[in-house]
């Protein structure tokens, strides 16, 4: 069990939630796309020579996990070593296709602290938002994290 002397305080709740990451954009390719589907074991002709439903190849839902190193960083030290992954839930609004630049930009929506089984825990609830190059939010993907 994890012993740390840290407190949450509402004045770094407040300064946490809202604070955003860089934008990270990825340009997205047709390789790619076919090398996640064989990757992921799905063999729908969507994701490698298109079909008339979906006019043209497009990007599995998952492929957007693809895209790495989304955090918006606190502005304070957390002293807890150890990250779990609590989940996340998606919402898709739109296909990504091979030529699309997505950018991602991710979101600090909720931040608390808790004491649990395994010890005190840090948990935050982020929003990675990822728009195509026409500005148009493709997807969201909202996540929790667990620090301890």
Do not use: C
Request: hydrophobic share 35%; aromatic share 8%; charged share 25%.
């Amino acid at each position: 069990m994890t012993t740390n002397s840290f407190t949450l305080t509402d004045e770094m709740r407040e300064q946490s939630i809202g604070v955003e990451s860089e934008p990270v954009s990825m340009a997205i390719e047709q390789g790619h796309i076919a090398r996640f589907a064989e990757a992921i074991g799905d063999d729908n002709p969507a994701y490698t020579v298109g079909t008339p439903e979906t006019a043209g190849i497009i990007a599995p839902p998952t492929f957007l996990r693809a895209i790495r190193d989304i955090r918006p960083e606190l502005p304070f030290e957390i002293p807890f070593d150890r990250l779990l992954d609590g989940g996340s839930d998606w919402e898709y609004f739109g296909h990504v296709r091979p030529g699309d630049t997505i950018s991602a930009v991710a979101r600090v929506e909720d931040i608390r602290e808790r004491t649990g089984s395994i010890g005190q825990m840090l948990i935050a609830t982020i929003k990675i938002t990822y728009r195509n190059q026409h500005d148009a939010i493709v997807a969201t993907q909202t996540s929790t994290s667990i620090r301890y």
